[in-house]
């Protein structure tokens, strides 16, 4: 792999390594050292890969320079001994001794642990996205700031603010005690949620980023189930639900970009090998006594990686969808049911479902209006498919809809 190739690569994969070991060493009350050291360190890499060629071994060159560079820090700011030191248990005189520790097993702990500092209810869930965006996965703040539809300053002082908060909290970088990790996991598994739902729904035009974001999530997700305190039925129905909505992320979208619906796409682009992995996952969820919002999601999803339009599979979705909408309502839930129940039941009963629904504001909400009337009022469907054509925000979605307007 050529250096232009390779620093961007390890940037990625071992920036949020190194970060969070110093980041848990120093605490949040010297964050932005943590993420100077490691950024600093890519810069000498590319600065001397480029004169005297790429090392033996990139990550454990990354690793020692950064190390060293940790101890050269604290020594040469003798005033951060009365705070960092105490928390580290070290003392002035033996800073240059403290052991930065980049062992595997240590920067997996470093990782979790920041994950659920991060995952704080102190900070809102905007800010612990992006926090888990560039502390855990390496995302640059442009990255970020694309990833939101949003500009670099509005991140920065996003991310700023929550540091902030987390320092006046004082919280530890550390797992929760046994008696409050599931209470605290659950905040986790609502941002990895969050974060997966911000790379597969968002409107950005940016294919590559938006699959990365899911990516990153799974990541997380998976980290959880590997630690036996977090592995929970709720931590995998999540990871099965992930695995089974990235299954068919190379098909909902077209050659040029356009949203391809689900009724539409090509089964034969689906990932057979997330769709395995995820029923794996689902069926180590099947587990306790608590039926979560991700089992169900997790189920409904399962049912759409089938490829046959049975009444069978419709039917089974609407009673998900009915249950789920009991657990925790929401009216993107409320318009995906009427879809199921147009399938199980026929578009009349779906309409009056939906238009009780009175979404005004939603070109999802139009869209689907536009396809129930489409098998019983043209010109009604027109309208409708108008309506959510003068809303929709994306270019990717207007082309969709414009696609369904000629098809009329």
Known sequence: MEKNELIPHLFRTEFRKIVSVLGKAFG????????????????????TWGQKGIPENPAAWLYTVAKNKAKNYLNRRSHFSSTIAPALSKSSSDAEEMEIDLSEQNISDSQLQMMFAICHPSIPP??????SLRILCGFGIGEIADAFLTNKET???????????????????????PAEIHPRLEMVLK????????????????????????????????????????NTPEANALLALMCFHASRFDARTGENGEIILYADQDANRWNQELIIKGENYLNKSATGKRLSKYHLEAAIAWWHTHQQDSHEKWENILQLYNELLQIEY?????????????????????????????????HLYFTLLGELYKAIDLEKAKAHFQRALSLAKSQADKQTIQTKLAKL
Not at 31 to 45: Q, V
């Open 126 to 131: 905007e800010a612990q996205i992006g926090l």
């Open 155 to 177: 991140i920065n002082k996003r991310l700023f603010r929550a540091k902030e908060i987390l320092r006046e909290e004082k919280v530890e970088i550390e797992l929760p005690p």
């Open 191 to 230: 941002t990895l949620y969050l974060l997966f739902n911000e790379g597969y729904y968002s409107v950005s035009q940016d294919t590559v980023l938006r699959k990365d974001l899911c990516v990153e999530a799974m990541r997380l997700n998976y980290m959880l189930v590997e630690h036996k305190p977090t």
């Open 28 to 47: 949040f009350e010297h964050a932005e050292m943590a993420e100077d050291i490691t950024s600093e360190t890519f810069l000498l890499a590319a600065e």
């Open 330 to 362: 929401s009216p993107m839930a409320a318009l995906n049911r009427t879809y199921s129940l147009a399938k199980a039941n026929g578009v009349e009963e779906a309409i009056r479902e939906a238009e009780k629904l009175n979404l005004s504001s939603n």
